[in-house]
């Protein structure tokens, strides 16, 4: 049996009623993956499922059962398991597309035959929501040169709401734990942290033009929907924390020029989403300004270069400044435009 090319991290809490419909496209990588499905504590039959799996593909399939974590702990335990080349997670709601699956594993395989494996493939990701017979594709194609190996000096500016999200890697294992990746526990929205705290240690990269990951939308108690962001503002905050302190200003300024641009724009718009979560609630309003003002001054107070940055010269300078009202009507508004754009509010 030749090497692992891909070790998919699957995450699931009280996941029985969709977790199948994941899996099931994983296997059809057949014995080049090494699937890890992570039971973080469900009380329902999670558990049982993810058994009947490795008894049944012992060779590809591991189960892991661990008291509940969250999220990042999940990928955490898929992490420390890996075997494969490249690591991928795939949420047990989602899927992978089997046609770009293979066309994944085919060019990793020409890559490794060859010995040019860049540190990350990038492919396309689909927002879908079933309900709403809605497709929404996220795509690089005016990011990256298509079908071959670059650097960061041929990355183009990244617009908008628009960066790397963890939907579209494919990044090297080695890489991931050279960076010392470990995502924070009992915390949602830490695909953020997962998006950006390797970057600086990415130095090749491939992009496929494919539609290999499809993001579901539609259930209510995804972490994506406006009643869970809003409600869960603080973990929001909490994460842009943490990517805000995981290099300071004076060593993004030492990184590429390109790498650099990217870097900021992925911390303007966590910024942006940390202001959307935290305005847009209608209670706890004074609890809301408090957190919005510790994080500036704390912000303040430990990187100085940072906080004038965000606050004086990036996209959100000027809302920054504005009234909180003001802010949660802009932010709102916003999180209604995208909401209708991919439809999946």
Not at 172 to 177: A, D, K, N, P, S
Request: glycine share 6%.
């Amino acid at each position: 049996m030749g090497d692992i090319l891909i070790t998919f991290a699957v995450p699931c809490y009280n996941s029985a009623a969709y977790m199948r419909n994941c899996i099931d496209t994983l296997l059809t990588a057949g014995e080049a993956a090494q699937i890890v499905i992570v039971n973080d504590g469900s009380s329902d039959a999670t558990g049982a499922i993810a058994d009947e799996y490795a008894a049944k593909y012992p060779s590809v399939v591991e189960a892991v059962h661990k008291e509940n974590g969250g999220h990042g702990s999940g990928v955490n335990a898929g992490l420390e398991r890996a075997k494969g080349l490249f690591f991928k997670v795939v949420d047990s709601d989602d899927r992978l597309d089997p046609e770009s699956l293979s066309k994944v594993l085919d060019r990793i395989r020409a890559d490794h035959a060859s010995g040019t494996l860049p540190d990350m493939y990038v492919t396309n990701y689909v927002y879908e929501k079933p309900s709403a017979h809605s497709r929404f594709p996220r795509r690089y194609e005016k990011n990256f040169p298509i079908g071959r190996m670059f650097g960061w000096e041929e990355v183009k500016p990244f617009r908008f709401s628009n960066v790397l999200l963890m939907h579209s890697m494919l990044v090297r294992t080695q890489v991931l734990r050279d960076c010392g990746l470990r995502l924070p526990e009992h915390s949602f929205y830490v695909d953020n942290i997962y998006a950006y705290q390797p970057m600086p240690h990415v130095k090749t990269m491939f992009y496929l033009d494919v539609d290999l990951y499809r993001y579901y939308i539609g259930r209510e108690d995804q972490s994506v929907s406006r009643k869970n962001i809003v409600a869960r503002y603080k973990q929001q905050v909490g994460v842009t924390d943490y990517m805000i302190r995981c290099y300071r200003y004076a060593q993004l300024k030492e990184m590429h020029p390109r790498l650099k641009r990217y870097m900021k724009h992925d911390i303007n718009v966590l910024m942006c989403l940390s202001l959307m979560f935290t305005t847009g609630g209608k209670d706890d309003l004074a609890e809301r300004k408090a957190t919005l003002k510790r994080m500036w001054s704390d912000l303040k107070a430990e990187d100085r270069e940072m906080y004038n940055f965000l606050r004086h010269r990036s996209y959100i300078a000027l809302i920054c400044w504005m009234p909180f009202s003001w802010q949660r009507f802009f932010t709102t508004a916003g999180y209604y435009y995208f909401s209708k754009k991919l439809k999946c509010s």
